[in-house]
């Protein structure tokens, strides 16, 4: 049954191993000149003085393939449509599921063979997709340092939502038996159960650290930029929360050395000259006084994060839900087919 299931299959596995040879030869070509220009430009700029410039210059280089890997969540969408949601559903769509499930082989049997060599493409296909956008993008990420905001397109949190997706679309054409249906069904069930994970669940794998910062001038000393800020809201010695502040401090001149900040009040310090200045911005002096009249409000930002020491403690937890996941809707439709 296993090697008929494979040939049954293998048109839609030699579409995948095309594409990712196709891919992987694109980044095979792309990816020593990323790192080297990684090294040679990013590398040491700070000495020179320019990493603004050079960071903006590496991170447009070659827009296609990041522009790929940015849409790569659809690749957990597309499995479920196209491999998961047919098994069943295509089934019944042709009314060959009469034939193969009179046969000697029982249904359990039948689907625990299509599943298998299904599941097994799933994980071989994600795997090594992500592997090499793992690896390709590697020098982007580490001049980005958001490793958080790319946690659904890097190292093995992508494998378990292809397999969930591929899950969810055999139990969803098991449940619907038609094809349509349950492709676009796979669709709005991977996007909702996604989006609860992003929301709901993965801010809460460990409990959240919290911290109180100063705000100033030039905006928070916060925490470290790789980190995942939750939550953050800029509040008084009191209590009151000031969510206008929250992207930055706006102050507004209303007369010769007086000062509103934005939200907040009338600075009660004089401010020795004006809010302009060079591209670095206001002189020091007036820094100064902008920051007593910050201080004179006792004003600082209450920030809920998750360090990014946790980083791959998330991305195993992820995982591990929705391996589990997935075979609980595997099972699902092993006992759902038994129904009459």
Same mark, same amino acid.
């Given at each position: 049954?296993?090697?008929f299931?494979?040939r049954?299959?293998?048109?839609?596995?030699?579409? !995948?191993l095309?594409?990712?040879?196709?891919?992987?030869?694109a980044?095979?070509v792309?990816?020593?000149?990323l790192?080297?220009?990684?090294?040679?430009?990013?590398?040491?700029?700070?000495?020179?003085?320019?990493c603004s410039?050079?960071? #903006?210059? &590496?991170?447009?280089?070659?827009p296609?393939?990041?522009?790929?890997?940015?849409e *790569?969540?659809?690749l957990?969408?597309?499995?479920?449509?196209?491999?998961?949601?047919?098994?069943?559903?295509?089934?019944?769509?042709?009314?060959?599921?009469?034939?193969?499930?009179?046969?000697s082989?029982?249904?359990?049997?039948?689907l625990?063979?299509?599943?298998?060599?299904g599941?097994l493409?799933?994980?071989?296909?994600?795997? $090594?997709f992500?592997?090499? !956008?793992?690896?390709?993008s590697?020098?982007?990420?580490?001049?980005? =340092?958001?490793?958080?905001?790319?946690?659904?397109?890097? =190292?093995?949190v992508?494998?378990g &939502?292809?397999?969930?997706?591929?899950?969810l679309?055999?139990?969803?054409?098991?449940?619907v038996?038609?094809?349509?249906?349950?492709?676009?069904l796979?669709?709005?069930?991977?996007?909702?159960?996604?989006?609860?994970?992003? $929301? &709901?669940?993965?801010?809460? &794998?460990?409990?959240?650290?919290?911290?109180?910062?100063?705000?100033?001038?030039?905006?928070i $000393?916060?925490?470290?930029?790789?980190?995942?800020?939750? /939550?953050?809201?800029?509040k008084?010695?009191?209590?009151?929360?000031?969510?206008?502040? *929250?992207h930055?401090?706006?102050?507004?001149?209303?007369?010769?050395g007086?000062?509103?900040?934005?939200g907040?009040?009338?600075c009660?310090?004089?401010?020795? #000259?004006?809010l302009?200045?060079s591209? *670095?911005?206001?002189?020091? $002096?007036?820094r100064?006084?902008?920051?007593?009249?910050?201080?004179?409000?006792?004003?600082?930002?209450?920030?809920?994060?998750?360090?990014?020491s946790?980083y791959? /403690?998330?991305?195993?937890?992820?995982?591990?839900?929705?391996?589990?996941?997935?075979?609980i809707?595997? #099972?699902?439709?092993l006992?759902?087919?038994q129904?009459?």
């Open positions: 049954m296993i090697w299931a494979w049954q299959f293998r048109v839609q596995a030699l579409i !995948a095309v594409l990712l040879l196709a891919l992987g030869a980044f095979l792309t990816g020593p000149h790192l080297h220009t990684y090294h040679s430009s990013i590398v040491g700029c700070r000495a020179r003085r320019d410039a050079a960071k #903006g210059s &590496y991170l447009s280089a070659y296609f393939l990041q522009n790929l890997l940015t *790569s969540p659809l957990p969408i597309l499995i479920g449509m196209f491999w998961g949601a047919p098994i069943v559903a295509r089934e019944f769509d042709t009314g060959t599921f009469r034939l193969a499930w009179t046969q082989v029982s249904r359990s049997g039948w625990g063979a299509k599943v298998l060599v599941g493409a799933t994980l071989v296909t994600a795997g $090594a992500t592997l090499m !956008a793992t690896w390709w590697s020098p982007l990420d580490r001049v980005r =340092d958001t490793p958080f905001s790319l946690f659904n397109t890097r =190292d093995i992508p494998v &939502y292809a397999l969930f997706a591929f899950a679309g055999v139990a969803l054409g098991a449940v038996r038609r094809v349509i249906p349950a492709m676009v796979s669709i709005a069930g991977f996007a909702g159960v996604s989006g609860i994970f992003i $929301a &709901y669940i993965r801010p809460h &794998y460990f409990a959240p650290r919290m911290a109180n910062f100063r705000l100033g001038v030039s905006g $000393a916060g925490p470290n930029q790789a980190d995942w800020t939750i /939550s953050s809201v800029v008084n010695a009191a209590g009151k929360v000031f969510p206008q502040l *929250s930055g401090v706006d102050f507004r001149p209303i007369g010769k007086v000062v509103a900040l934005a907040v009040g009338r009660p310090n004089t401010i020795p #000259g004006s302009g200045g591209q *670095s911005g206001p002189p020091k $002096a007036v100064a006084a902008l920051n007593k009249c910050i201080d004179s409000f006792h004003l600082h930002e209450s920030i809920v994060y998750q360090p990014v946790r791959w /403690s998330f991305q195993w937890c992820e995982l591990a839900s929705l391996v589990v996941l997935s075979l809707l595997m #099972g699902f439709s006992w759902w087919i129904r009459p």
